[in-house]
């Protein structure tokens, strides 16, 4: 009876080895993008916990890859400045998850950031992809609140695509994790 029984065992146990080989984490593509000195690096070196205190503008494009709810997540992080702008479209393919990130605290360039992620939301190779919004800078005194920021960029006409607006702080971290658990949620939600 205790060899019966050590076969059953064994035969268990190698039926769970089978089933936890067969679901390894899915490998999931962010796109990073947003004006210049919006945040960007900042926030994909604070969710690689990397030390972020000398960041430059990006000049092409940085990629980093985080463990995140049982995915990988390959973050693609596109330098803002008007002049790479134009380059952005090279890196829409297989995006599961766009993650727009706006200086919440830059008044000044609500039009011109409205426009690019309106712009965004037209492209092809976009279109469905879930959105988050990451009203960054929220540690600042003179940034705009979330629900002003989707406001001004008329999010509440989406109707296309997931979306959600993230208030956060990419130098203190707070909202981050939120924003990456929707992240999570609606990529679970899209790959089924």
Excluded at 142 to 153: D, G, M, Q, R
Aim: net charge neutral; proline share 3%.
């Amino acid at each position: 009876p205790s060899l019966i029984f050590a076969v059953i065992l064994l035969q268990g146990l190698l039926s769970i080895l089978r089933r936890l080989k067969q679901s390894p984490e899915q490998e999931v593509r962010l796109l990073l993008l947003g004006l210049d000195n919006a945040g960007k690096t900042t926030l994909l070196k604070q969710l690689a916990a990397e030390d972020f205190s000398h960041i430059t503008p990006t000049q092409g494009f940085n990629i980093k890859s985080v463990q995140s709810s049982g995915f990988k997540l390959n973050v693609w992080d596109i330098g803002g400045q008007r002049k790479i702008r134009p380059y952005w479209r090279n890196y829409f393919e297989n995006t599961d998850v766009l993650i727009y990130v706006i200086d919440s605290s830059d008044r000044k360039r609500f039009e011109e950031t409205s426009l690019e992620l309106a712009e965004l939301l037209e492209e092809e190779k976009l279109a469905a992809v879930p959105l988050l919004v990451f009203a960054n800078k929220q540690d600042l005194m003179t940034a705009s609140p979330a629900s002003e920021l989707a406001e001004s960029l008329n999010l509440h006409t989406i109707r296309d695509r997931m979306w959600q607006v993230q208030a956060c702080s990419a130098l203190t971290a707070e909202g981050v994790q939120d924003g990456m658990t929707w992240v999570c949620r609606n990529i679970k939600f899209r790959k089924r």
